[in-house]
């Protein structure tokens, strides 16, 4: 199993960013997928959530701005993050998801948002 | 939203100690409670899903247990590799809530 994310960096307060997560190693197309984001310094904060059959859920501090979506052909999850703020500035994670079990992280790709 | 709070927020213990650390949720879990290990600049690994389940490749001196609100992480032995920030990470309901983590160190 193998997760790596991409897509992050510098954005100004207000703008956009898409982030992809490419995995191999399973079938993708069967599971959940999780984005979770890590403040420097700071702890775990799940952001967004997105089933086999692309159900989504939201974290309140995200709903409206960022959207999760997946192309199960390319074994590919995606975040589009919307009006960005500094307190979005972290790094995302996305991990993997099975009947209540988040096993699979990838490394990681930082997102800094500074003007 | 479900709160987790884990205690204590740093935990020092000598080599080969039996340690012990601890997750609250404000309200009933019905045990969906994983753990994770994050080393420092790396990725969150599971250690321990749905309170007591050991994930494969996780050494058997971890074990947890647990129900309603309080649940607990124990290292039967602790080993130098162990040192680490622990998270848990309740899955009942959404929003999905992590812990905000025990800092584990080597006295």
């Known amino acids: 199993v193998q997760l790596v994310e991409s897509g992050g960096g510098l ?8 982030l992809s997560c490419s995995a191999s190693g399973f079938t993708f197309s069967s599971y959940g997928m999780h984005w979770i984001r890590q403040a420097p310094g700071k702890g775990l ?6 089933s086999s059959s692309s159900g989504t859920v939201y974290a309140d501090a995200v709903k ?6 997946r192309d199960n052909a390319k074994n590919t999850l995606y975040l589009q993050l919307n009006s960005l703020k500094s307190e979005d500035t972290a790094i ?3 991990a993997r998801h099975t009947m209540g079990i988040t096993d699979y992280w990838g490394q990681g790709v930082m997102v800094t948002v500074s003007s | 939203d479900i709160q987790m709070t884990q205690s204590p927020s740093v935990l020092s213990a000598s080599v080969g100690d039996r340690v012990t650390l601890n997750c609250k949720a404000s309200q009933n879990i019905n045990k969906y409670l994983n753990w994770y290990q994050q080393k420092l600049g790396e990725a969150p690994k599971l250690l321990i899903y749905n309170t007591n389940n050991l994930q494969t490749g996780i050494p058997s001196r971890f074990s947890g247990s647990g129900s309603g609100t309080d649940y607990t992480l124990t290292i039967s032995s602790l080993q130098p590799e ?5 998270f848990c990470f309740q899955h ?5 809530t992590f812990g905000s ?7």
Not at chain 1, 45 to 50: P, T
Not at chain 1, 64 to 69: K, L, M, P, Y
Not at chain 2, 92 to 96: A, G, K, R, Y
Not at chain 2, 101 to 107: A, N
């Open chain 1, 64 to 69: 409206g701005r960022f959207t999760i979506s």
């Open chain 1, 45 to 50: 904060d799940w952001v967004a959530y997105i």
């Open chain 1, 92 to 94: 995302y994670y996305c």
């Open chain 2, 92 to 96: 009942n309901s959404w929003p999905l």
């Open chain 2, 101 to 107: 983590g025990t800092k584990l160190e080597i006295k």
């Open chain 1, 11 to 18: 954005v100004q307060p207000g703008k956009s960013l898409k």
């Open chain 2, 82 to 86: 162990d040192v680490a920030t622990y």
